[in-house]
């Protein structure tokens, strides 16, 4: 059990909230289960892990990183469809993302965006242009992109006209830019790094939340907020001598890799996510566990989703999505025990079966907070 004491401090600029061991605030929140969908398992519909999820209209969208695959299903666990794999028109090869919007489904393919309709047929493409390159993606408004991933400023290089030296590249790093769908124009560009941090790339580091985005920046423990194509610091994340340092950070990736292998550090935030009430993120808790935090935006309340989870036996699910006000939760059968699986089962009261082949459980979860 993680043992929290969260403190902060509020200015117009920004709330720190300190992480750290001396007191437990999990009782302070309350969860009940909405329901739970068992996602079909066959020999075309199988998942190793869960990187992205989106539901909409009743449909669940997966993005699966390690099998490199997208699939869908229904809220009724119904298996729908993936999307092809190739290198031929329509097929996705090496897909880092995706997005619904406007009654699509985009995916991110390498050098490109594909675009296809909600039942997975192929519509069309635009690839990057001017060396612009993205490892995430969201529409900040029609017209717009944000586009997320360590990549130079196409308009520094304009500027360096043929001295592009790798060297001059590499002071140009930033994490987002704001550019037009057509892929070409970068309009603003925020979060510069000083090298180009490629094994701390978020699995889902942007939250959109009525009129703004809230953005990560691993392995700097901050929560930007983006609004009116303006980012700043919305949230310091202060994990105590356990935090990287500026220092940590100027002495480079492989430092830093080491670092949290030897547990000597935690945080490099992931799957920030937020309804009305919480904010939700994902951290590096060890090497090769991570750790999720709720926190309430009305009293700064914060604790460990996995302890408040655990008064309906579900400590082993990963809150990594949102349907509106409600947090839809994870479980992977291949990643947890026997005994583990039989917990979830009896906690979900489900109709069939799971066992280290089945795939993996979608939860929606209500949340609120004891005031």
């Known amino acids: 059990m993680l043992i929290l004491s969260v403190s902060y401090s509020c200015t117009n600029e920004s709330i720190t909230i300190k992480i750290n061991d001396e007191s437990n605030n999990n009782h302070a929140f309350e969860v009940r289960i909405i329901n739970s969908t068992p996602l079909e398992t066959n020999n075309v519909s199988l998942i190793n892990s869960i990187s992205k999820l989106l539901y909409e209209n009743h449909i669940f969208y997966i993005y699966d990183f390690y099998n490199k695959s997208i699939l869908s299903f229904s809220d009724s666990s119904k298996f729908l469809f993936s999307l092809n794999s190739g290198r031929g028109p329509g097929e996705v090869l090496n897909p880092t993302d995706i997005v619904v919007n406007d009654s699509s489904l985009f995916v991110i393919d390498q050098s490109k965006i594909m675009r296809f309709d909600l039942q997975g047929n192929f519509m069309d493409d635009i690839k990057f242009k001017s060396g612009l390159f993205c490892w995430k993606f969201d529409f900040v408004q029609q017209s717009n992109l944000l586009l997320y991933g360590n990549s130079p400023s196409i308009n520094e290089i304009k500027k360096m006209g043929k001295d592009q030296s790798i060297s001059k590249i590499e002071n140009i790093l930033t994490q987002y830019k704001i550019v037009d769908t057509t892929l070409s124009n970068e309009i603003k560009t925020f979060c510069p790094v000083p090298f180009n941090l490629r094994m701390f790339l978020c699995q889902k580091p942007t939250s959109i939340f009525e009129d703004h985005l809230l953005c990560l920046s691993p392995p700097y423990n901050y929560i930007y907020e983006l ?12 994990f105590g ?9 100027g002495k480079g990736e492989q430092f830093l890799i080491k670092q949290l292998s030897l547990n000597k550090r935690c945080g490099c935030l992931d799957y920030i996510n937020e309804t009305k009430e919480f904010i939700s993120f994902g951290y590096v808790k060890e090497y090769g566990r991570h750790s999720y935090i709720v926190f309430s935006k009305e009293t700064h309340t914060t604790a460990d989703f996995s302890d408040i989870l655990s008064q309906l036996g579900l400590s082993t ?27 979830v089962s009896l906690s979900l009261k489900l109709p069939i079966k799971i066992d280290e082949n089945s795939n993996p459980i979608i939860i929606e979860i209500k949340l609120s907070e004891n005031i």
């Open 227 to 238: 609004k009116n194509q303006e980012m700043n610091i919305k949230y310091k994340i202060d």
């Open 317 to 343: 699910a990963e809150p990594i999505a949102t349907n509106g006000d409600n947090f839809l939760c994870v479980v992977h059968p291949t990643n947890i025990t026997a005994e583990e699986r039989n917990k």
């Open 241 to 249: 001598d356990k935090g990287f340092t500026n220092d940590d950070i």
